[in-house]
T-cell receptor, first 112, second 117 residues
Framework: AQSVSQHNHHVILSEAASLELGCNYS??????LFWYVQYPGQHLQLLLKYFSGDPLVKGIKGFEAEFIKSKFSFNLRKPSVQWSDTAEYFCAVEYNFNKFYFGSGTKLNVKP | GAVVSQHPSWVICKSGTSVKIECRSLDFQATTMFWYRQFPKQSLMLMAT?????????EQGVEKDKFLINHASLTLSTLTVTSAHPEDSSFYIC?????????????FGPGTRLLVL
């Protein structure tokens, strides 16, 4: 079975610190890659997505992610986090069409 | 942006009863809807994919007779948990895709928390 791993379950940062959340997947074929965010009390929202082309993808709110095919990774980054970035972040991979697998999520706490 | 609603947001029921959860796309037509299940501190697990007017496609290990999915229109899909038992207690989330084009984004509902006593 395919799998998606998010290695950091809980990350605590101070405001202005840089963020990198890891995401690795197991499938060796063509994939579509996503990062979703869930703010407290809200539903999942798309941060960014990669389908093809430039492996460095820019999303909303200053987030970006880099697809490294050789490492089966799609890490999420932000140069300077804000308190409002406190949320849970989910990596997701689409294998084939409509087959989605999610990572277990990373809770980010940003201290003001 | 596209909005997906779920109803109810919370449901508590007795063991043996059936529970219906609705998923609606409010401002767009969703060719495809997805149903996920999330256990505490675990990831979302895709249960099934439904397309309007056709039978749902269930993931391996998901009982189709236990989790009945009806995608009656382009804006409504329902998940019925039949003869619910305590182990069915979970957080159920639906999402909708705008079209069959693979690049279209999924839009998620707020989820329904089911507690079976």
């Amino acid at each position: 079975a395919q799998s998606v791993s998010q290695h950091n379950h809980h990350v605590i940062l101070s405001e202005a610190a840089s963020l990198e959340l890891g995401c690795n997947y197991s499938y060796g074929g063509t994939v579509n890659l996503f990062w979703y965010v869930q703010y407290p009390g809200q539903h999942l929202q798309l941060l960014l997505k990669y389908f093809s082309g430039d492996p460095l993808v820019k999303g909303i709110k200053g987030f970006e992610a880099e697809f490294i095919k050789s490492k089966f990774s799609f890490n999420l980054r932000k140069p300077s986090v804000q308190w409002s970035d406190t949320a849970e972040y989910f990596c997701a991979v689409e294998y084939n069409f409509n087959k989605f697998y999610f990572g277990s999520g990373t809770k980010l706490n940003v201290k003001p | 942006g596209a909005v997906v609603s779920q109803h109810p947001s919370w449901v508590i029921c007795k063991s043996g009863t059936s529970v219906k959860i609705e998923c609606r796309s409010l401002d767009f037509q969703a060719t495809t809807m997805f149903w996920y299940r999330q256990f505490p501190k675990q990831s979302l697990m895709l249960m099934a994919t439904s397309n309007e007017g056709s039978k749902a496609t269930y993931e391996q290990g998901v009982e189709k007779d236990k989790f009945l999915i009806n995608h009656a229109s382009l804006t409504l899909s329902t998940l019925t948990v039949t003869s619910a038992h305590p182990e069915d207690s979970s957080f159920y989330i639906c999402s909708a895709r705008v079209s069959d084009v693979a690049r279209e984004t999924q839009y998620f509902g707020p989820g329904t928390r089911l507690l079976v006593l």
